[in-house]
């Protein structure tokens, strides 16, 4: 038993010895590392759900200049929140900003919580993204995993094997976490699963939580983006009209249906058949 223990112990001081040597050499730089507000962090998480670091980075970096606050944004619409929010896609996360924004100004005194445990209370907010805030926001030592932390274990610690189970990679993550500076310790680990993913065949498609990305074009997600973009630029408009409006086809069964679900997350309201933002 000691030496299967040992066995571990130096092949997570391996691992760290890895990660820190790529992440001296080859570290990414990101707004959100220069600037670690605690709001700013939450923006960025939020907008990094399922979306490209490059793509975000314009993103935020506009947001940031126009609402360097939560109680910034919460005096802001809806409305004007989605304007500055589109072409990022998935639209839900803006209404999570903008709820979280409210919450954070009219019920916190302006002030981000510090732990996970309390963070994972605002709107929009799991598990991985709970322990990231606190940890770049705080430096509080979360243990958390996302597809390049996922990668970077499984490609070091899961060589010859399939379907590996996050439950797997925590008791390592736990081990390996530098309690002292966690905030680094991620971005350097992140950065290094990043790196692999480029270097070597995707590690996570060896992971049992592993599905490809549906396409874009023609799907659901794209209905709702165009409605929404629609009503940005001539709402409040009927479902007829909106269909006449939108810059792609869809079926008006699909339309209604959309609609419906962009009601369901508080993203549009609908009076008399006549749909518009929601305030």
């Known amino acids: 038993m000691k030496r299967q223990e040992q066995k571990i112990k130096s092949k997570i001081t ?18 959100w590392r220069e600037n670690t507000d605690p709001w700013g962090i939450l923006v960025s998480e939020l907008m990094l ?21 939560a109680e910034a944004l919460h005096k802001a619409t809806l409305e004007e929140a989605l304007k500055e929010w589109n072409g990022l ?4 996360r803006c209404r999570f900003v903008k709820d979280c ?26 598990p991985y993204t709970a322990g990231a805030i606190a940890c770049f926001a705080y ?19 899961f060589q010859d094997e399939a379907e590996v189970e996050d439950r797997q990679l925590v008791p390592i993550l736990e081990e390996a976490l530098d309690r002292r500076d966690p ?22 498609r060896r992971s049992a939580h592993y599905s490809r990305q549906n396409p874009f074009e023609g799907s659901f ?22 269909r006449k409006k939108m810059d792609i086809k869809a079926d008006e069964e699909d ?18 058949g006549v749909y518009q933002i929601r305030e």
Do not use: C
């Open 183 to 204: 905030r680094t310790w991620y971005w350097a680990l992140m950065d290094y699963g990043a790196a692999l993913k480029k270097l070597t065949p995707n590690p996570n």
């Open 49 to 69: 759900q399922q979306t490209q670091t490059e793509r975000v980075m314009v993103y935020w970096t506009r947001w940031m200049k126009k609402w360097p606050t």
């Open 139 to 157: 430096n509080f030592p979360s243990v958390f995993i996302e597809t390049n932390i996922r990668a970077a274990v499984i490609h070091f610690f």
């Open 221 to 242: 997600r794209q209905i709702r983006g165009s409605l929404v973009r629609s009503l940005l630029a001539g709402g409040p408009l009927s479902a007829g009209d909106l």
């Open 14 to 31: 391996e691992f760290k010895k890895a990660v820190y040597d790529h992440y001296k050499k080859e570290g990414r730089s990101f707004p």
């Open 255 to 272: 339309i209604y249906k959309a609609l419906d679900s962009l009601k369901d997350d508080f993203l549009v309201a609908e009076k008399a």
């Open 89 to 92: 896609g998935y639209n839900r």
């Open 101 to 126: 924004a409210r919450i954070v100004t009219t019920k916190l005194n302006g002030q981000l919580p510090r732990k996970p445990y309390d963070l994972i209370a605002l709107p929009g907010i799991g």
